[in-house]
């Protein structure tokens, strides 16, 4: 299954990928050392959770290989609206979230695979 | 961290876990699509599995792939890594005061542990940091909890992918899946104003600096979000956030 242009050094590689997932994630709380955040970072990074999750969803939706998408013959859109709106009629109540996912793949699934958007 | 007793018998354990099931069939999709993408692009199955098992980064395994293809030097992988997992950075300065009460080994398990649903769940379930013994064991449980369904469902997904790659097609599109766990959540966050200017500008922020290298439209979105968001909070007519 390998390919022969595979280095010996991939275990090692993948190792040291680890080691750089606990340094990222860790990377402000590695030192013991005492420091507090300014004021203005701290309510800033209030808006940092949702920032980072619509940074990451937005172009998974309108994007496809780098390129803006220009059609609105996509699935994705239409997923992902049912999605949202399915877990704004919930109000977000209960399991919302599975409902979204459940919701959005009812749509999205007969699309792609039915119609190829 | 869920090896710890004292965090799997707490109440708070259960809320972390209860908060992510919803999301679990998402993550998990995206682990068996991620698994499935490994071994398509030619990786050993060792190599794969541990992968899946050990880096733990859905974003940075996707990034290393082809530069395995390419035999990229070891260097430069894992300087892309750790580029796209800048964000993961903002994050810590975001978590560290909710973690430092507790020794470093500890510190860095949690930290290994907490991707971004986990950290994201978190801070809107505990939005300050406690500053008392009890606070602390029920945050540090409901963080257990919840990185306990992440780790799992991703995991266990990936190897499922790994193992299963030939039978599963990636033209259905499964991985979506994901795409929407992140979009509930994403809905769940909005709940002022200024935060739905948060993730608006974000959102067109990361379309436009797409061409970026490593990902890094996803930094230079939440730094601009993040700005313009702190800037609108001193005008009158916008109400700081009360409850952050």
Not at chain 1, 95 to 112: D, E, K, R, S
Not at chain 2, 10 to 25: C, E, I, S, V, Y
Not at chain 2, 58 to 64: F, I, T
Not at chain 2, 209 to 225: E, G
């Amino acid at each position: 299954m390998s390919l022969p242009l595979w280095s010996d050094d991939t275990l090692l590689t993948i190792v040291l990928m680890a080691v750089i997932t606990v340094v990222s994630r860790s990377f402000f709380f590695i030192s013991d050392a005492h420091w507090t955040l300014p004021r203005w970072a701290q309510r800033g990074l209030q808006y940092a959770p949702i920032a980072a999750l619509s940074a990451v969803v937005i172009p998974e939706l309108v994007m496809t290989q780098g390129v803006f998408i220009h059609t609105v013959l996509d699935a994705r859109l239409y997923g992902a609206v049912a999605g949202a709106a399915f877990f704004f009629w919930r109000k977000g109540v209960g399991n919302a979230v599975l409902g979204t996912i459940v919701c959005g793949m009812a749509v999205y699934l007969p699309l792609h695979i039915g119609l190829g958007w | 961290m869920f090896f710890l007793k004292a965090h799997r018998r707490h109440p708070a354990f259960r809320d972390g876990f209860m908060d992510m099931l919803g999301a679990a069939p998402g993550i998990a999709a995206w682990g068996l699509m991620t698994g499935v993408a490994m071994v398509k692009s030619g990786m050993g199955t060792v190599d794969a599995l541990a992968m899946a098992l050990l880096v733990f980064a859905g974003s940075s395994q996707l990034a290393a792939i082809p530069l395995f293809i390419a035999a990229a030097p070891m260097w430069v992988i894992l300087a892309t890594a750790f580029c796209v997992n800048l964000r993961f950075v903002v994050f810590s300065a975001h978590l560290r005061n909710y973690l430092m009460h507790l020794p470093r080994w500890q510190r860095l398990i949690t930290g290994y542990f907490t991707a971004d649903l986990t950290y994201v769940l978190f801070v809107r379930a505990h939005p300050v940091p406690a500053d008392d013994a009890a606070g602390r064991a029920t945050q540090m449980a409901y963080l257990a909890g919840n990185a306990c369904i992440n780790w799992f469902s991703w995991v266990s997904a990936s190897l499922l992918g790994v193992a299963l790659a030939n039978f599963i097609p990636t033209a259905w599109g499964l991985g979506f899946a994901g795409v929407l766990a992140l979009t509930g959540i994403l809905c769940s966050l909005a709940s002022s104003r200024l935060r739905w200017v948060a993730g608006a500008v974000a959102g067109a922020v990361a379309v436009a600096a797409y061409a970026l290298p490593f990902k890094l439209n996803i930094l230079v979105a939440i730094a601009a979000a993040v700005m313009l968001c702190l800037s609108l909070e001193s005008r009158p007519a916008l109400a700081p956030e009360s409850q952050p």
